[in-house]
């Protein structure tokens, strides 16, 4: 029991020292675990022959991060993928095998050999690729979907390529491992519900297993999980979780499918759910931890020895395998019309070798069609990949994405031939809206915008829009500043839109200039530049939600709107209070110990003015339900007699 303990502890450790280095450095999750994995396996010693075994556990984090992938997609999603899934995700896979099989064979493999390593290069590593999309937040878009495509088309081939490679086997290796073979099966022989059927009754077996998780996961999940939420108990939740997860692993597993392509079926059932939410929450931790352990094994079992036995070979291997997969897939993402960065990202994303391709090197072992000389050094070649493929995502943000920001920027101004009353700098979602009022108003607006792609978006719905740089004078000069009535700032950038206040405010001092704020802090900044109207992006649709949940919970429209007035009349207040207090501190302390207290002080009267507010409230609603003779002196008035159970729900309507 100890020596779990210790095991734990150092691969805790590690992950908890590396990862949180590498992502202040910019490096990534993924690299940091495999960073750690390397230093506590190859490196230091600390561990070893155990690795493998705790990989094989460790892969079920793919399996979960493809249960929580299919809760996000709607089976009318998934439909409309099946044009990019089977075109491009085929053609990645076939044209891999291909070129890995024809190249291989220039170097006298036998072709059995060949198309076995075709097979394992092919595949690419799911859960590093979704792992760094999800973190970076590249998960929808253009290149993210059509990674996401073929990372599943691949997922699914598995199960074809289990099949074939047992019809590859080499009879000279047959005939030397038999024996072996027998022993290690007399120890532990794998369960399955298929082994013994024919290809007939297999694939019956197979339909019946996978229409069983589509109609449990539709009809009989959903009594269950509620069943389990009635009892209240938040752990047997999450044990419920867990249990659907490891039950379809476990029959995909029966009958010799990819546990992780029967999860993700299930999540896909369950993605219209009211239970999703709730998956994902009790799913999503055990995930995490298992996917980087899973990551920190593929580090830790590097083997140093063959690396450096073979390390020319290997490397060549390696950006050779590379190399060639980019190449597929550039060529495809001409064919299937992926443009701009998202060209680069899908083609450096997919470019390695996968977690399954261990899976189907153990595999080919097993069934003698790779000799162990050959399967050693292509696992330190798949492993290497996946340690190369961070790399490849740092490369695309620091050199890819600028190349590409910088071209976008290089394209000409467009040429102002209009001028409005009101001008408008930034179309973003804030400035879309304040556009069509005016508009639809009869108010002549000129619209600026230096993000091309939002320009040319809005040209495509008849909004007409110029491109070009908002805080150039001369651009502003031919949009008509000199003679406009307003100037509404609602760019991106706050501190380029205080800039432009400032610039505004200086030239033309008559013209009213209204900003959009991003925060109080924001809105300090544009008030001492000078705008003539600030407002907060989130303050007035926060308040409206907060309202809708007073409503929500019972309480009268009519209470509901004074607490509204009471509240932005306290905030007017404060706001003004608060801003005077900002102006007058140096740079600093703009918000020390005074200006914390002076917003504690406004947050305790807002209080007191809303319960101030309810009690008039409720007095108001007792004297209109119990009239009385006014000359009586406490007509109209609440008393502690009167507080019974319909006096204290005066609040609700």
Known sequence: MTEYFLQAFIYLSAAVIAVPLAQRLGLGSVLGYLIAGLVIGPIIGLVGSETSTIQHFAEFGVVMMLFLVGLELEPKMLWSMRHRLIGMGGLQ?????GGVMAIAMLFDIQWSIALTIGLIFSLSSTAIVLQTFNEKGLIKTPAGRNAFSVLLFQDIAVIPMLALIPLLALPELVAVTQTAVSEAAAHHEELS???????????IVLVLSIAFVIFGGHYLTRPIFK???DSGVREISTAAALLLVIG???????????PALGTFLAGVVLANSEFKHELEANIAPFKGLLLGLFFIT???GIDFDILWQYLGPILAITFGVMFLKALVLFILSFIFRITGSDRWLFTLSLAQAGEFGFVLLSFSQQNDVLPIHIAQPLSIVVALSMFLTPGLFIFYEKFIVPKYEKNSNEREQDTVDEQGVVIIAGIGRFGQIVNRLLLSNGVKTVVL???ATQVDNLRKVNTKAFYGDATRPDLLETAGVATASAFVVAIDNPQASVELVKHLKHKYPKLKV???AFDRGHGHLLRQAGADYVESETFRSALKVGAESMKAMGFSDELVQRQKKTYMRVESEASEVLYNEWANRSDGEKFGGDFINLFIEYEERLKEAIVADTEAYKSQRFA???PCDPDKENCGKINSNDTDKDSETKLMS
């Open 93 to 97: 896979v076939g044209l891999s095998v």
């Open 193 to 203: 519900l298929v082994a013994e059927l024919s290809s007939g009754v297999y694939a």
């Open 227 to 229: 069943f389990v939420a």
């Open 248 to 258: 379809i692993a476990a029959l995909m597993s029966l009958v010799e499918v990819s």
């Open 298 to 300: 593929v580090g830790a």
């Open 449 to 451: 915008d230096h993000q």
């Open 514 to 516: 209204i900003s959009r």
């Open 624 to 626: 209109q339900e119990h």
